[in-house]
């Protein structure tokens, strides 16, 4: 791979303490021409002198300050400074790019109609994304075979914007939706695999991804995980079309695990939600039979029997008001 017109958009939001970390391991052994786009997204810290500070020891580093958009708005912005590089990378400012991958790249033969060049990561919680596929080309969805389900969701290889390169040509004028504040990047990637879905997949993990911060999904209540859900699955099913493939069970899949990912903050995430929007939201849960049963399967399955008891109650019963007033009176009394 062509190692002379690569970018990297680093998105970056309070970040002052691991900039420089992650700035570092992108930079050790990159490319001399290689362009590192630091978006400051308004951050009212000391994130946009850290960056400043940053790219004065390093002619690669362009820093960028822009009103608090968003992860979505910061990457637009950085996808507008790159308009005529061949390749983007997108590096989220609390993780870090593993030694090789610059390496890696160069002595990869990816093919000229390749639209996206994937490599493998590595989570703070041992999770790995290592032995789905071989290296090597994949001309398109349908010759990922029974790995195609993993990537969308088990892994997010294929969710994620980062752990890849997009060829920026076929990125054109396709850009992050600003108004979605989660599966942004779902949306995103689904649109541009249906301009160019062949792949070429890197040996090894490249990627470190810090998934213990306090604002991750899996710690934070919010609720517009089914109505974000809702937005991607008709593009989901759309690029499973143009490639031939049924989109029925992937379609399912997708709103099943949205449902359970939705009960699971809803029950385990302390947070201000009002009963109404919580109630609503475990009605919309309650309502898909699919999704009844993946939860009726999950609460049998608890360690905890006790516990679950009221949780299966509410799910046998389809009783939204019963859950919601369970989770609030938990989250207060416990």
């Not at 979505?72 to 061949?86: I, M, S």
């Not at 752990?163 to 850009?175: A, D, E, H, N």
């Not at 949780?311 to 938990?330: D, I, N, S």
């Amino acid at each position: 791979m062509n190692l002379a017109n690569l970018a990297v958009i680093v998105p970056c939001y309070r970040c002052a303490d691991s900039l420089p970390r992650t700035v570092q391991s992108i930079l050790d052994n990159a490319p001399r021409d290689l362009r590192l786009v630091l978006v400051e997204d308004g951050s009212g810290d000391e994130t946009l002198s850290v960056s400043r500070r940053l790219s004065a020891g390093d002619s690669r580093i362009q820093v960028l300050s822009r009103p608090n958009g968003g992860a979505a708005a910061a990457r637009n912005t950085g996808l507008d400074a790159v308009p005529d590089a061949e390749w983007v990378m997108f590096v989220d400012s609390d993780d870090e790019l593993f030694p090789g991958l610059w390496q890696e790249l160069a002595a990869a033969p990816v093919p000229a109609d390749c639209g996206m060049a994937l490599f493998g990561f590595r989570t703070d919680s041992g999770f790995t994304s290592a032995g789905q596929l071989p290296a090597g080309g994949f001309s398109g969805l349908p010759a990922l075979g029974a790995a195609l389900s993993p990537l969308l969701f088990d892994l997010g290889l294929l969710a994620s914007p980062c752990m890849k390169f997009y060829r920026r040509s076929v990125i054109g004028t396709l850009r992050f939706h600003e108004a979605l504040k989660i599966n942004e990047d779902v949306l995103f990637n689904l649109q541009f695999l249906q301009s160019n879905s062949a792949m070429y997949f890197l040996q090894g993990c490249y990627y470190c991804q810090h998934d213990g911060q306090q604002g991750s999904l899996s710690r934070r209540l919010r609720g517009d995980l089914l109505q974000a859900e809702a937005i991607t699955r008709p593009e989901l099913a759309r690029l499973l079309r143009q490639n031939g493939i049924d989109p029925a069970p992937y379609v399912q899949t997708s709103r099943v695990r949205a449902c359970l990912n939705q009960y699971s903050l809803l029950t385990g995430c302390r947070g201000s939600m009002p009963f109404a929007e919580r109630r609503a939201l475990f009605a919309e849960i309650l309502a898909d039979a699919d999704a009844r049963a993946a939860l009726r399967d999950r609460l049998r399955c608890d360690p905890n029997r006790l516990l679950a008891l009221p949780y299966r109650l509410g799910v046998a019963l389809r009783c939204p008001e019963f859950l919601a007033c369970y989770t609030m009176a938990k989250q207060r009394f416990l």
